[in-house]
């Protein structure tokens, strides 16, 4: 069996995991040094399906700023990320946002949506 070794990240405590392959459990992986249950079901997925929420900006028009803070609401496989970001960096929005706005919906048919992570009012004109 080899022997692959993790940092949990699903809580402060930050098990170091040790996951062996193994036919006979039911998720087909033995996970050791999991002070919880979920460190073990991190530890599966993480092998099987690795996903992560994705952060960036997008481009916004007559907004205080030029750039409106947008994450995914939910995880999106690894391997869709710069799929996503491509997505992402060809948008543009138009101010005012509000915090929580969906600005692209079930991004690559993902069931997530990239939504804006702050307001952005209009920006004064002089």
């Known amino acids: ?21 193994d036919d006979k459990s ?11 249950p979920r460190g073990e079901i991190y530890a599966v997925k993480e092998l099987k399906n690795p996903t992560r929420v ?10 205080l700023l030029n750039r409106l803070p947008v994450k995914t609401d939910g ?3 690894k391997d869709k990320i ?8 060809s948008i543009e929005v138009d101010a005012p946002i509000k915090v929580g706005h969906i ?4 991004v690559l048919g993902e069931g997530v949506n990239i ?7 209009l920006a004064e004109k002089e």
Do not use: Q
């Not at 994705?54 to 907004?63: D, F, Q, W």
């Not at 710069?82 to 960096?89: A, L, T, V, W, Y």
């Not at 939504?115 to 009012?121: E, F, K, W």
């Open 1 to 21: 069996m080899e022997k692959k070794e993790m940092v949990c990240i699903v809580c402060p405590v930050g098990c170091r995991l040790e996951v062996f392959e």
């Open 26 to 36: 039911k998720s087909g992986y033995i996970v050791k040094n999991a002070a919880c």
């Open 54 to 63: 994705v952060t960036s900006t997008v481009k916004i028009k007559n907004g």
């Open 75 to 77: 995880t999106i496989s």
């Open 82 to 89: 710069f799929e996503c970001m491509e997505i992402i960096n």
């Open 103 to 106: 600005i692209v919906e079930n």
């Open 115 to 121: 939504i804006a992570t702050r307001s952005m009012a």
